[in-house]
């Protein structure tokens, strides 16, 4: 049976009470309660917060989202990361040197190329409950993302951002191999040691994408909670978006992660990262 709005209004963070709230209804009172309420139950480590929660066929399709507390480790996940961001640098050192060779000698133009992702929303569990600007306002915080270049110069010169695609002619021949290995994505140990990523989280997107998803997909700005990573549950079950149909499917593959993250499951989602690159699955 659905949550009522007064039941809502009469939960608090430290109950155990869960929610379930009918997800044809998201213009409702009741909706709209709860979502203004959801920073501190989300906050709170012993609810378990469904928002909404209806299986529908698969696990990850429909809109079938289980958002619940974080787990309490974030100390622990943060000196995760710096440990594997810095054995991580030192082990790939060569390979950045022949990578960085190999995009020189290959194509004209900067070895590294870095673009504005949004990532953190630093401010959603410290702003009050009751205002609706606030609600709607879930950006994150934008930050400078590296990788190595994979197009050629200018390939988005008319400043129209396109998606990828599987034979796009802007992808250089290096470049392609390192999307299909995901090496490409190796410079982005730098943003983890800087505080900006984690190894694993869901994947920061380019502010003009970012607004026009969050407005076409339900909740997608509740992969703002966590910070972004360089792989992530989507990412080990999903190859590169093409659509927005391909956002959806991985948006219900985070908002999962969300709910169940913890050390031992970044370092299960960092295990089955390796295979994927050494054997080029889920790439082009």
């Not at 997107?205 to 703002?224: G, K, N, S, V, W």
Request: aromatic residues 8%; proline residues 6%; charged residues 25%.
């Amino acid at each position: 049976m659905a949550t009522t709005a007064a039941e809502v209004s009469g939960i608090d963070s430290d109950s155990d009470t869960p929610l379930v709230v009918d997800p044809s209804s998201r213009n409702s009172i009741t909706f709209r309660k709860l979502r203004s309420r959801s920073h501190a139950l989300f906050r709170s480590n012993v609810l378990p917060f469904y928002y909404p929660l209806f299986e529908r066929g698969s696990r990850t399709e429909g809109p079938s989202q289980s958002i619940v507390a974080p787990h309490g480790s974030d100390r622990a996940t943060r000196a995760l990361n710096i440990i594997v961001g810095v054995v991580g640098l030192l082990l790939t050192t060569p390979l950045f040197l022949l990578i960085a060779i190999a995009i020189k000698l290959t194509s004209r133009g900067p070895v590294f190329y870095k673009q504005t992702r949004i990532g953190l929303d630093r401010r959603w569990n410290r702003a009050p409950t009751h205002e609706d600007s606030r609600i709607r306002d879930l950006g994150g915080h934008p930050f400078t993302m590296y990788k190595f270049r994979t197009m050629v110069v200018a390939a988005e010169s008319d400043s129209k951002e396109v998606w990828a695609r599987p034979d796009d002619e802007r992808v250089t021949t290096i470049g392609r191999r390192l999307r299909v290995t995901r090496l490409d994505e190796l410079p982005q140990l730098l943003n983890v040691l800087t505080g900006d990523m984690n190894i694993v989280g869901p994947r920061p997107e380019r502010p003009t994408i970012f607004a026009e998803l969050r407005e076409a997909i339900p909740d997608y700005h509740m992969r703002q909670r966590v910070m972004p990573g360089i792989t992530g549950w989507a990412q080990v079950n999903q190859a590169y978006d093409t659509s927005v149909d391909d956002v959806r499917r991985k948006v219900q593959f985070d908002l999962e992660y969300l709910s169940t993250r913890s050390v031992t499951r970044d370092l299960r989602i960092m295990a089955r990262t390796v295979p994927i690159m050494l054997f080029s699955r889920l790439g082009w």
